[in-house]
């Protein structure tokens, strides 16, 4: 089985692992899986042979032998699903993990994207401060339920799983701002993730891509 | 088995079916499997017992013996797996429509929302407008490629699968907006979404929740 995933060329996010295609190389790593990636410029998502993979002209697409599939949700699971280390044995444990997947992804991801997004599009418009305390409440709303749940337990369910790999990698995307800082068990599971060798050997990759095109461009 | 799901005693959808637990009900319409639901107010949602269950405060929990699960997502997904008429049965399109769940969750969705979001809470402020047209412009720039890939097919990947309900839910909640309305391929998918005889009964119980709300209010 050859896998192959998808990914910027020349990524945004300068190599910090906050593109998706990181959850993903994540997962590959924690499952012991080998993996090629397909580096794709800008201009490349919006091809309609790369729209054929990925039908919102995002990364990553991942494709093994015939089959294609998008979304880092989808794929960490289908890795998750298919090689152990990232779901538990057990039926209902494995149910529970998979909520906290959907969660990372559909609860607490939305309100983090969104400021971040409005960091980066409306830093300069005239609503931005007033904006900006609205949206970091909406984050800090989530921060506090989460760390509420995960008390002082390493993992948000039992052992470490994928529903883990997806949460750290959503609070990643705070970065160093003050809200994270703010509940040390968040910060302290975010490190936990990041010591990983898994985490670290994806991390070192997706960084060497970075690298390769600041010196090629 | 008996499955328990909880919802709003008065949704603040009043009854157009945008509440998340609507898209249990309708999967376990599909699936022909029975339910009871557990109406809770919003106090409740606050409280130490419902957030063991919830950890985020929200509906729908979902409960099935001894197993309890949230997140809208993870609740379908667990329902399509273990029962037939939501995920087709050829491992390869069961992922496929697997990555399609994941795409109305995590990157159709959310646009939509804080497009909802600012029309709810920030129309009065003097940033409206000029928010909404990049707002709209965010939701836009997903349904032309959803309407692009769907072209005249009936659903997203073969025949309707969990993913077409997730979806056809999600782009209900643009309403009446003519953002959608500029996509007949989506007003169209939509309709056969709401034609469904399972989509009419889960609707049909959670507005008559709603109408017994104003009632009794």
Known sequence: MTITITAFAASPDRGRGLARDFRVRWALEEAGLPYEVQLLSFEALKQPDYLAQQP?????????????????????????????????????????????????????????VERSMALMLEGDRPWAAERMAMLDANVAKCLVQLARHLGDAEWLDGGFSAADLMMVTVLCRLGASELLAAYPALTAYVARGEARPAYQRAFAAQLAVFEASQKAG
Chains 1, 2 share one sequence.
């Open 56 to 112: 919102f002209g995002q990364i990553p697409a991942y494709r093994e032998d015939g089959l294609i599939l998008f979304e880092s949700g989808a794929i960490v699971l289908h890795i998750a699903e298919r090689h152990p280390g990232l779901l538990p044995a057990d039926p209902a444990a494995r149910a529970r993990a998979i909520s906290w997947l959907f969660a990372a992804l559909n609860t607490v991801e939305p309100p983090i």
